[in-house]
């Protein structure tokens, strides 16, 4: 069982940065890929970013390529998600997600893969 927990969002204007963070319980957040994903008022959870349990592995959609990071750091069981250059169609709910996964490398893109998720964190770029 793992429970996460995100925070960091806010509000923000258009351009400027935010990190969001998920704290994960639990002793083996190492075999977890972790993933974000968002979801704005009236539109389907969109996937942002993904890692794998290792970390080596990352994925990003177009719309974030290049603008978001994601990292992961095991010995604090928190995945990141460092978001720059943002847009006001980057308004969501952001959700932290994680699945246990057989092989470290392994990483998950559709929402449907994930097991565990967090309450969400508001994210609001103004223009």
């Known amino acids: 069982q793992v429970q996460l927990v995100e925070s960091g969002g806010g509000l923000v204007q258009a351009g400027g940065s935010l990190r969001l963070s998920c704290a994960a319980s639990?002793?083996?957040?190492?075999?977890?890929?972790m993933g974000w994903f968002r979801q704005a008022p009236g539109k389907e959870r969109e996937f942002v970013a993904a890692?794998?349990?290792?970390?080596?592995?990352?994925y990003y959609p177009n719309s974030v390529k290049g603008r978001f990071t994601i990292s992961r750091d095991n010995a604090k069981n928190t995945v990141y998600l460092q978001m720059n250059s943002l847009k006001p169609e980057d308004t969501a709910v952001y959700y932290c997600?994680?699945?246990?996964?057989?092989?470290?490398?392994?990483?998950?893109?559709?929402?449907?893969?994930?097991?565990?998720w967090g309450q969400g964190t508001q994210v609001t770029v103004s223009s």
């Open positions: 997600a994680a699945q246990a996964s057989f092989y470290s490398g392994s990483a998950y893109l559709n929402s449907n893969e994930y097991s565990y």
């Open positions: 890692v794998s349990a290792s970390g080596r592995s990352t």
């Open positions: 639990g002793r083996t957040f190492s075999s977890y890929a």
